[in-house]
């Protein structure tokens, strides 16, 4: 990771979990972390915790609505003026609403829709459009996926969830080859993380506090900090190392 000391990376929905646990890392290993939620004092604390455990990086909080696009682009704007543009891009932020496909809510896959593919497109575009405009050719895009981006489970509340991150896992594949075909060596890759003990069953399952603890119970769920070092290995490979995608799941779990 030395390579990567002092230079800019952007965490989307790093307030808590895993994006959380990413800026933590990165801040850790002497990156400058723009960590953006919507609840910013979150990473106002965790920037003040990275501060008083004498990290070498520094976590610098901003606010964005990733469903508004205009907020997405004042947030690039502002990074270039503050800090001159975007070497890494975590596209970490991600949601699901329990909307079925045969009874669910159109505001609710639209929501899903926004966060999980339009803003991880936006994002991606505006990282690359940062690097070319500076002449960075080895920065790198990494997507959160899932293993519901790999296979359907037999689940009505994640049917349309697990449609998004299909649909990361291509928009990765697709952004590989085309930073291929710009001649770039930019990297793009995606993580797939099983269950990740997090805030994710909670708001998924926010009417059914039982549902949402079971998440965690039936066997050892990964943790955050799991998911983190997946992105620290990532960064670490050699130059002309490409990982695609990374598969990762409990031993437990079966699907």
Request: aromatic share 6%.
């Given at each position: 990771m030395d390579r990567w000391r002092g230079r800019v990376a952007l965490v989307t929905g790093a307030s808590v979990g895993i994006g959380a646990a990413i800026?933590?890392?990165l801040v850790r290993c002497g990156m400058k972390v723009v960590g953006c939620a919507r609840d910013v004092d979150k990473i106002q604390n965790l920037a003040a915790e990275c501060q008083s455990a004498g990290h070498s990086g520094v976590l610098v909080p901003f606010k964005c609505d990733l469903n508004n696009e205009?907020?997405?682009?004042?947030?690039?704007?502002?990074?270039?003026?503050?800090?001159?543009?975007?070497?890494v891009c975590?596209?970490?932020?991600?949601?699901?609403?329990?909307?079925?496909?045969?009874?669910?809510?159109?505001s609710g896959w639209k929501n899903m829709l926004d966060v999980n593919v339009l803003a991880l497109?936006?994002?991606?575009?505006?990282?690359?459009?940062?690097?070319?405009?500076?002449?960075?050719?080895?920065g790198h895009i990494i997507n959160l996926n899932s293993m519901s981006g790999h296979r359907v489970v037999h689940s009505t509340d994640v049917h349309f969830y697990s449609s998004t991150k299909f649909a990361v896992t291509a928009l990765t594949e697709?952004?590989?080859?085309?930073?291929?075909?710009?001649?770039?060596?930019?990297r793009a890759t995606c993580i797939s993380p099983g269950v990740v003990e997090t805030q994710f069953a909670p708001r998924l399952y926010s009417e059914n506090a039982d549902k949402a603890a079971a998440s965690y119970t039936k066997f050892k769920a990964l943790e955050a900090i799991d998911v983190a070092n997946s992105v620290t290995y990532v960064l670490s490979a050699p130059p002309h190392v490409q990982i695609g995608d990374i598969q990762m799941r409990p031993v437990e779990q079966v699907l």
């Amino acid at each position: 990771m030395d390579r990567w000391r002092g230079r800019v990376a952007l965490v989307t929905g790093a307030s808590v979990g895993i994006g959380a646990a990413i800026a933590k890392e990165l801040v850790r290993c002497g990156m400058k972390v723009v960590g953006c939620a919507r609840d910013v004092d979150k990473i106002q604390n965790l920037a003040a915790e990275c501060q008083s455990a004498g990290h070498s990086g520094v976590l610098v909080p901003f606010k964005c609505d990733l469903n508004n696009e205009e907020e997405i682009l004042s947030m690039f704007a502002a990074i270039k003026d503050q800090h001159k543009g975007v070497d890494v891009c975590i596209n970490n932020a991600g949601l699901a609403h329990p909307e079925s496909l045969l009874h669910g809510q159109t505001s609710g896959w639209k929501n899903m829709l926004d966060v999980n593919v339009l803003a991880l497109c936006i994002c991606s575009r505006e990282t690359y459009q940062s690097m070319k405009e500076r002449n960075v050719d080895d920065g790198h895009i990494i997507n959160l996926n899932s293993m519901s981006g790999h296979r359907v489970v037999h689940s009505t509340d994640v049917h349309f969830y697990s449609s998004t991150k299909f649909a990361v896992t291509a928009l990765t594949e697709g952004l590989r080859q085309e930073l291929r075909e710009a001649n770039t060596h930019i990297r793009a890759t995606c993580i797939s993380p099983g269950v990740v003990e997090t805030q994710f069953a909670p708001r998924l399952y926010s009417e059914n506090a039982d549902k949402a603890a079971a998440s965690y119970t039936k066997f050892k769920a990964l943790e955050a900090i799991d998911v983190a070092n997946s992105v620290t290995y990532v960064l670490s490979a050699p130059p002309h190392v490409q990982i695609g995608d990374i598969q990762m799941r409990p031993v437990e779990q079966v699907l």
